[in-house]
């Protein structure tokens, strides 16, 4: 059995200063309006405003992949996007999307077995997600026919292999944008 191991959150330090909300633009200020956790408006997100048009696009195809009702279970999507994130070396998204996975599923089991890179330790289906992400973010053009087939062995419908096909694709931008824009921390 794995070893349970928790993840603290980073802090995200911006290479160009965000906007500051005192002085953001009408326009700046109705942008950051659908941030997705609706709750605070970050650091990122205000280092995003600095073109509002491009990130209010950035946040509705975000929300419409990783919230969107019905399709593949939201912590799967999580996984995918935990998966890209660790190939990826975004070390901020990979904590939150481990997080994020952990609280929905009650579990941080699957989180311990990937990061102490122990994939026998996952379920058939999470070991299929998380091995297509990987996949998909190391070289996406090597993904072949036989690793969808490995999805669906483990029970995914084909609209939630585009489901997850879209949450890993997300995040191949978005880390990238992150690593250009900024650098975590441990806080």
Not at 20 to 45: C, F, G, I, N, R
Not at 112 to 138: G, K
Not at 145 to 150: K, L, M, S, T
Request: charged share 20%.
């Amino acid at each position: 059995m794995t070893p349970q191991i928790k993840l603290k959150p980073l802090v995200w330090h911006p290479h160009v200063a965000p906007v500051e909300l005192a002085d953001a633009t009408a326009e700046q200020l109705e942008a950051m309006k659908v941030t997705p956790s609706a709750k605070k408006v970050s650091p990122y997100v205000r280092t995003l405003a600095h073109d509002p048009e491009s990130y209010v696009a950035r946040t509705v195809l975000f929300n419409a992949i990783m919230y969107a009702e019905g399709g593949l279970p939201r912590s799967d999507r999580e996984l995918g996007a935990l998966g890209a994130s660790v190939v990826n070396g975004c070390r901020y998204c990979a904590v939150v999307h481990a997080r994020q996975h952990a609280q929905l599923t009650q579990s941080d089991a699957v989180v311990s077995a990937v990061y102490l890179d122990r994939p026998e330790d996952l379920s058939p289906r999470d070991a299929a997600i998380y091995a297509f992400a990987r996949r998909l973010s190391v070289t996406p053009s090597t993904a072949m026919p036989e690793d969808v087939q490995a999805l669906r062995d483990a029970g995914l419908e084909e609209a939630e292999i585009v489901d997850l096909i879209h949450s890993i694709a997300i995040f191949g931008w978005a880390n990238r944008l992150m690593h250009v824009l900024g650098h975590a921390t441990p806080t």
